[in-house]
């Protein structure tokens, strides 16, 4: 019998990327579409999060205030429960091979692809005076992110989901091509939680650009803040908590109560049946305050100690950068660019 020469590999973890911008609070949405899940993940694969600051300047933004929303949202996604230890977490422009990939996948993404776009097309409308060319090529910087770090799941909410597929698609032809140089990711998208929407206009999904305050909880608000905004959701004129099509401000607030309680739709109907609405969104109100209480405490204590932010955001650049600069290498080598 042949004598096996070397131990049989352990199975490598399989590698996760996801990022979030840094242009404002982040949301209950956000939080429970994605980064919760990001926290999560931690324990079971090779993770990489990164806080996406050159996607935001695809709208106009305050350099003074970006820079602070983008410390804060550093610190907000290690509150979350990201450990720097365990994950790499760093901050999108201070690794340049994002940009450098981004130009080349651009040779490899066709102008009808970026048309079709519906985030491109809602936020054109948004900002019709400034219809930059960044804006349309945001899914590409958004394929290279996740391209570079060879990812396998990306852990997204739905709203991200079509940029997700173009992402898939560039690594494919881009691998018909010069051969398997990337990974086709996958998307991750959690069962609930994956779309919370607007607590005024509960057929909107949920966003910290929203005019209207009431419409979004971030996760700073504090406890009196969250209990007014669920006391104000938009509900219906029936007064039964149930999951229903038609009732979508209820069946939002089902969704939220849920992902956090982990209650199924049928024992939370069970629990507030015979209740009012009212005391079904204080009781929203405070689980999400409470379950938010912790985030906020650690938020407050990283805030004040800016250098271990600095030592954990330079440590993660470090690292991305080294993985990624290994995609850059052989992709310019597949495509021609002199060593
Ligand atoms: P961003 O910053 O808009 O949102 C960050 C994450 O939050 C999810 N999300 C929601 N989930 C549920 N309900 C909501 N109402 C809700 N609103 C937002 C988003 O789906 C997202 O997962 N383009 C991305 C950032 C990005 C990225 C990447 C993501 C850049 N490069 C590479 C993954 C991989 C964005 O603008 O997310």
């Given at each position: 019998?042949?004598?096996?020469?070397?131990?049989?590999?352990?199975?490598?973890?399989?590698r996760i990327f996801?990022?979030?911008?840094?242009?404002?609070?982040?949301?209950?949405?956000?939080?429970?579409?994605?980064?919760?899940?990001?926290?999560?993940?931690?324990?079971?694969?090779d993770c990489t999060y990164c806080?996406?600051?050159?996607?935001?300047?695809?709208?106009?933004?305050?350099?003074?205030?970006?820079?602070?929303?983008?410390?804060?949202?550093?610190?907000?996604?290690?509150?979350?429960?990201i450990?720097p230890e365990k994950s790499i977490a760093f901050?999108?422009?201070?690794v340049?091979?994002?940009?450098?990939?981004?130009?080349?996948?651009?040779?490899?993404?066709?102008?009808?692809?970026?048309?079709?776009?519906?985030?491109?097309?809602?936020?054109?409308?948004?900002?019709?005076?400034?219809?930059?060319?960044?804006?349309?090529?945001?899914?590409?910087?958004?394929?290279?992110?996740?391209?570079?770090y060879?990812?396998?799941?990306?852990?997204?909410?739905?709203?991200?989901?079509?940029?997700?597929?173009?992402?898939?698609?560039?690594?494919?032809?881009?691998?018909?091509?010069?051969?398997?140089?990337?990974?086709?990711?996958?998307?991750?998208?959690?069962?609930?939680?994956?779309?919370?929407?607007?607590?005024?206009?509960?057929?909107?999904?949920?966003?910290?650009?929203?005019?209207?305050?009431?419409?979004?909880?971030?996760?700073?608000?504090?406890?009196?803040?969250?209990?007014?905004?669920?006391?104000?959701?938009?509900?219906?004129?029936?007064?039964?908590?149930?999951?229903?099509?038609?009732?979508?401000?209820?069946?939002?607030?089902?969704?939220?109560?849920?992902?956090?309680?982990?209650?199924?739709?049928?024992?939370?109907?069970?629990?507030?049946?015979?209740?009012?609405?009212?005391?079904?969104?204080?009781?929203?109100?405070?689980?999400?305050?409470?379950?938010?209480?912790?985030?906020?405490?650690?938020?407050?204590?990283?805030?004040?100690?800016?250098?271990?932010?600095?030592?954990c955001y330079?440590h993660g650049a470090e690292q991305a950068l080294a993985i990624s600069?290994?995609?850059?290498?052989?992709?310019?080598?597949?495509?021609?660019?002199?060593?």
């Amino acid at each position: 019998m042949e004598q096996q020469l070397t131990a049989p590999q352990p199975e490598r973890k399989k590698r996760i990327f996801s990022g979030i911008q840094p242009t404002g609070v982040m949301t209950l949405g956000n939080y429970l579409g994605a980064v919760r899940n990001w926290a999560q993940l931690q324990e079971d694969y090779d993770c990489t999060y990164c806080i996406v600051n050159m996607h935001a300047i695809t709208v106009r933004q305050e350099p003074a205030k970006l820079r602070k929303n983008t410390l804060d949202a550093y610190a907000l996604m290690l509150a979350c429960g990201i450990d720097p230890e365990k994950s790499i977490a760093f901050i999108q422009s201070h690794v340049r091979t994002h940009a450098e990939l981004a130009w080349v996948l651009n040779c490899y993404t066709q102008f009808g692809e970026l048309s079709r776009m519906t985030q491109f097309k809602d936020k054109s409308a948004k900002h019709a005076d400034n219809i930059n060319a960044g804006l349309f090529d945001y899914p590409v910087l958004m394929a290279a992110d996740i391209l570079a770090y060879q990812a396998d799941l990306v852990p997204v909410g739905i709203d991200q989901k079509q940029h997700l597929e173009l992402a898939r698609d560039i690594a494919i032809r881009f691998n018909n091509l010069h051969g398997n140089v990337f990974t086709v990711p996958e998307p991750y998208i959690p069962k609930a939680g994956a779309k919370i929407m607007s607590l005024q206009e509960p057929t909107k999904k949920m966003s910290k650009s929203d005019e209207n305050v009431n419409a979004f909880i971030t996760i700073l608000d504090d406890e009196d803040t969250i209990i007014r905004k669920f006391k104000r959701a938009i509900t219906d004129s029936e007064a039964e908590v149930v999951y229903r099509e038609g009732k979508d401000g209820i069946n939002n607030l089902m969704n939220i109560y849920s992902v956090i309680t982990g209650k199924s739709y049928d024992d939370i109907a069970k629990e507030f049946e015979g209740k009012g609405y009212g005391d079904f969104k204080l009781a929203v109100g405070e689980t999400v305050a409470d379950a938010l209480k912790p985030v906020r405490e650690r938020f407050a204590a990283l805030q004040a100690d800016k250098s271990y932010l600095e030592s954990c955001y330079r440590h993660g650049a470090e690292q991305a950068l080294a993985i990624s600069a290994r995609t850059l290498d052989k992709v310019y080598k597949k495509i021609g660019f002199l060593q």
